[in-house]
């Protein structure tokens, strides 16, 4: 057996323990926020609601990409605590948007380690109760991958979720290994087709014939769409004759703070 080492291997080995050690105090130490990007309707452009997404900046240094921590902290279980701030600040945050005439819905990111080493129905009625808002106000966003494992548990947690009254969004959806099955078993609300199918939707037939077949497998099944990562007018002239119910994407804004978010919603409301 032959094996090679390069030394840019012990540098991302290196990187990523580093990144757990300081993971591991971040949330003491006040370094996380959450930023909102507006989804709104295809047709009339209106916001109706934000997803909520979480950004880490280490005291004295630039964002660290979701991407990049996310992983890591579902592997040290930091997911867990930091999973459950990000639910009681988007409630937070939908009671104080609420408060100021603003009715968003937050769409929350929950990772599959919540769903399977937590109670992700109690945290939400939990944070809801505590700010004071109907969990109505409140979408999670599962990933396709999340729902493969083990039915019986995703059918509980997401029957769960909707007898609070929250709903539920299948996110990257198109991208993980699926049975359709599933789909119609767990009653989720809205399907959000990926963004690498609508990156090509606009110029090349099998995008286009992705989103067209998520759009349409959503609509015989009574659940909304949402496009995202929607950058172009093409993308989104495509989605709309696609009978794309909702879009999100950089075309109407990126991720926004709080204040920011209020101020665009005010103006496309
Ligand atoms: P996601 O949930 O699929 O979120 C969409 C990502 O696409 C976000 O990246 C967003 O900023 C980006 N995006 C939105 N519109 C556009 C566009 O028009 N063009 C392009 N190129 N990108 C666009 P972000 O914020 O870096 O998040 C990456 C991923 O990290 C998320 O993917 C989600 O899986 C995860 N994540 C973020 N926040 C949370 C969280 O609170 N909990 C968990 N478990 N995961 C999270
Ligand atoms: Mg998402
Ligand atoms: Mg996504």
Redesign the pocket.
Known sequence: TWCFFHPSMDEQARRRLDLANSLRTALQRDEFH??Y?PQVYADSGRVFGA?????WQPTGEGLV???EF?PV??EIGL?LP??EW?IQQACDQARRWQDAGLNCRVA????GV?IYRSDVVAALQRAAQHAGISPALIQL?L?ESTLIDDSILIQDVIGGLKAIGASVAI??FGTGYSSLAYLKRFKVDKL?I??SFI?DAATNEEGAAMSRAVISIARSLNMRAIA????TADQLAFLLGAGCNEI????FS??LLPDAFADFAQRHR
């Open positions: 959450l930023v990007q997803e909520a997404l979480l950004r990409s979701p991407a996310i902290a579902e997911i930091l999973g990000v929350v990111n929950v990772s919540q966003e990933t996110d990257d959000k990926d963004r990156a995202e990562g929607v950058e999100q994407g950089y075309y990126k991720p």
